[in-house]
């Protein structure tokens, strides 16, 4: 098979190809890239791969007059700058032992060697500069087909970085065939092994997590992660079903990976998944409203449109509502609306944490009569109550 090589920005590696080629050595495309291509899916990043040392890639790009950046030549890869962009080349690798977290690589000039130690299948497709597909491990047909499959032995692969487990289930959730469904072997593997992710650092588990939320439909593959468990070791009281009846609110809405957090549920998120401050204070809003706020006016109010929508939504999915225009219009109102009542209508009377107090309670009584009461009918109101 072949593949268009403009879709790999060919008109700008066309030269480092041939320079590569000039100098005995042989470049190739590699993994995802690849697989993108192959299943007709937009291709984002572009990685290299080659025979040549990362002493040969230094020398080859000094004689040519090419800038590099060492990204990591210890293990193999460095980044060619070219054309306004970047691009990583590793050498052929080949693993000696792995820890669970880290191997310790060798290189090597064999293509099927490097191969053999990716992760999936799908994930171990390599074509030259001509588009031509390499495929050293009949991955081609998985990933036609949307079959995610381990490379070997499942258990196997997985011990050699336990973050693999939580690859198969993002790699399902953007690439796997749902109607297929998910490989009975992989998930058993997964489940058996779940306990190494123990080991993993917080920040690797949440960007896995975060990439896997931004599916277009993240819900089948969270199912089966819950089903073995593994949800709920990574965010325990996380529930996948409200995430399913989320995206099917969402309605073209584009994935946002922090409202499907939100709905997922789960305690200490901040904590487990090492968000950013910004982060977990946009979750915690989300999750809040959802929970506490009945009308929809009084998500716009507080959150903005956009993401007073996603906490009407969250809300909405929990409580197994379905939406309309109507909801929207009203949180796009609540938007747009200012509350005709400020502190300073409510001075002297109230002072200290008492005057927060009174400014909540007339925008409670506000929002409750649709936005319409004038500042003077609200005070008569708050006067009334004492």
Request: aromatic share 6%; with cysteine.
């Amino acid at each position: 098979m072949k593949i268009d090589p403009t879709t790999q920005d060919i008109q700008i590696l066309a030269p480092l190809f041939a320079v590569f080629e000039e100098s005995g050595a042989r470049l190739l495309y590699v993994g995802g890239c690849i697989r993108n291509a192959v299943m007709g899916v937009a291709v984002t990043d572009i990685d290299l791969s080659t025979d040549a040392t990362p002493d040969q890639m230094w020398r080859i790009a000094q004689t040519h007059g090419i800038r590099v950046v060492d990204t990591g030549a210890d293990h193999g890869t460095l980044t060619f700058l070219l054309g306004g962009k970047s691009y990583e080349i590793t050498t052929f690798r080949k693993d000696i032992t792995t820890d669970g977290r880290h191997a310790e690589v060798v290189f090597g000039t064999s293509l099927e060697e490097d191969a053999a130690r990716r992760d999936f299948t799908m994930n171990a497709l390599y074509a030259e500069a001509s588009g031509q597909v390499i495929d050293p491990l009949e991955g081609l047909v998985d990933a036609q087909t949307g079959r995610l499959c381990f490379i070997g032995e499942p258990q196997a692969r997985i011990a050699e970085d336990y973050l693999r487990i939580l690859r198969f289930f993002r790699f399902w959730a953007w690439y796997g065939d749902p109607l297929e469904g998910v490989d009975a072997e992989a998930l058993a593997a997964c489940a058996a092994l779940q306990s190494g992710l123990d080991r993993i650092s917080k920040e690797r588990i949440g960007a896995e997590v975060f990439k896997l939320l931004a599916a277009t439909d993240p819900a089948p593959a969270l199912a089966a992660m819950e089903a073995a468990g593994i949800l709920g070791r990574v965010l325990p009281g996380a529930s996948a079903r409200p995430v399913s009846l989320l995206v099917a609110l969402e309605q073209g809405l584009a994935p946002d990976a922090l409202r499907r957090l939100a709905c997922l549920g789960g305690g200490a998120v901040q904590e487990r998944l090492r968000l950013s401050n910004a982060q977990a204070r946009q979750v915690e809003a989300l999750r809040f409203h959802g929970q506490n706020t009945p009308q929809a006016l009084a998500h716009g109010y507080a959150l903005g449109a956009d993401q007073g929508w996603s906490s009407w939504l969250v809300r909405a999915a929990w409580t197994e509502h379905r939406v309309t225009e109507a909801e929207q219009e009203a949180v796009r109102r609540g938007a747009q609306s200012v509350c005709p009542v400020s502190a300073a209508d409510l001075m002297p009377r109230h002072q200290g944490p008492a005057l927060g107090a009174a400014l909540l309670r007339a925008q409670d009584i506000w929002i409750a009569r649709d936005m319409h009461m004038t500042k003077d009918e609200i005070l008569a109101y708050l006067d009334d109550l004492g």
